[in-house]
């Protein structure tokens, strides 16, 4: 049997999409935790002090490089899932999923961004940044990713529910934890703490669900 060709290239393309989209997860992930833990967020972060840290500031630059892998993985992972629901997916839906992605993937960048201002802001050396200069960039790397980029992934993950739900490529269960998922996203990421963390579980049980799906699929084809 001819495993080579076109046919075969289609019948990766789910587990490509897994791949990406657990490599994704992890990074967000890992970006989110040193985010988190870089520029505390919040009334005791009010002082730029503690940011003269060597610990927070090397969590924020580790967090910084993790982004751009991050999103050139979310990007790979966006695409094969489009590919992985083929041609009977409804193109309002999809055009609302691919958006929603690449707004995402844009706030992640001008997040990174933002942060990284505060550290590559003039200031003498070994001091803290002016407090004015610390809020306006705590504040707007977390404005653009809690406020913006969640709520664009909130999208992405209902309209990737909804796609799953009318078009029978996912199970209920799974339609169920995104609905919830988007939920959080939508009204509670930006008030809560660490609970933007929904987004790369979300991400990481979809890509364990399409793997094994393709591995599925793989098998009864090579049979």
């Known amino acids: 049997m001819q495993r080579n ?4 290239r289609a019948l990766e393309t789910p587990r490509a ?17 040193l985010m988190r833990l870089g520029i505390p967020e919040g009334a005791g972060a009010a002082g730029a002090g503690g940011f003269t840290d060597t610990t927070r500031r090397n969590a924020v630059r580790a967090a910084l490089a993790l982004v751009p892998f991050a999103g050139i993985f979310f990007l790979w992972f966006l695409g094969a899932v489009r590919a992985h629901v083929g041609d009977v997916e409804d193109r309002f839906l999809a055009t609302v999923l691919l958006g929603s992605g690449l707004v ?13 201002a505060v550290l590559t802001v003039a200031h003498p050396t070994g001091s803290a940044p002016s407090l004015t200069t610390w809020d306006f960039g705590r504040h707007l790397a977390y404005t653009l990713m809690m406020d913006y980029g969640m709520r664009m992934a909130a999208v992405f993950v209902s309209s990737m529910s909804v796609i799953g739900t009318r078009m029978g490529v996912l199970p209920r269960w799974l339609t169920a934890v995104g609905a919830v998922t988007a939920l959080v996203l939508l009204f509670v990421s930006s008030s809560v703490p660490w609970s933007e963390l929904v987004f790369p579980a979300w991400s990481l049980l979809l890509s364990a669900h399409i793997l094994l799906v393709g591995g599925r699929r793989r098998r009864v084809t090579l049979t």
Request: aromatic fraction near 8%; glycine fraction near 18%.
């Open 17 to 33: 999409a897994g791949l990406a989209g657990v490599v994704f997860a992890l990074l967000l992930t890992a970006t989110i935790v």
């Open 5 to 8: 060709g076109p046919g075969r």
């Open 104 to 116: 995402f993937t844009a706030t992640l960048f001008g997040a990174a961004a933002s942060a990284g």
